[in-house]
């Protein structure tokens, strides 16, 4: 499902926000703060009060209520992560980052299963697990350089395989 909250959020958190830009939680919120992203930003990292500029708050039930979250973090943190974010912080609009679900194991399996459940039950959208972002003229949520400049009456581009759409951009 597209939500209005995936295309355009007012808000963001990124879970597993990283000082270091290398990281993809440190990547994806520097290409939040350079792309011009004009709603409110939040962090969360357990060990700073503060990424890149960004209040960080040390769990995910300390935010406030928020249109859209970006995980990157452990797979087996995601299903509970997406639960109270959903429940409780009115999330309705994930995208995940992170890999070791169903593309690797069994168990990863059941873990995608989870978030799916989850996500299905509040009527959220889900990009991903295991995938670069979403990038559009609102906001760039992927964790790749550069970002192009995007015109607004441009092209869409959907790839199922983040290497593509990196060589493509």
């Not at 939040?42 to 060990?47: G, H, I, L, T």
Request: glycine share 8%.
């Amino acid at each position: 499902m597209i939500t209005n909250q995936l295309l355009r959020p007012a808000s963001i958190v990124v879970v597993g926000a990283s000082n270091n830009v290398h990281k993809p939680g440190g990547a994806i919120l520097r290409n939040l703060i350079n792309g011009g992203y004009t709603g409110e930003l939040r962090a969360v990292n357990p060990k700073e009060t503060e990424v890149q500029g960004v209040t960080a708050y040390a769990d995910v039930k300390d935010i406030p209520d928020t249109d859209m979250a970006i995980l990157a973090i452990p797979a087996q943190m995601c299903p509970d992560a997406v639960e109270v974010l959903a429940a409780e912080k009115q999330v309705r609009a994930f995208i995940i980052l992170s890999a070791g679900f169903g593309e690797e194991t069994h168990e990863g399996a059941l873990l995608e299963d989870r978030i799916l459940e989850t996500v299905n039950k509040y009527g959220a959208s889900l990009i991903g697990p295991n995938c670069i972002g979403l990038m559009n003229t609102w906001h760039h949520s992927v964790f790749s350089q550069p970002i192009p400049q995007l015109h607004p009456q441009g092209v869409d581009l959907i790839s199922s395989s983040g290497a593509p759409a990196v060589f493509i951009l």
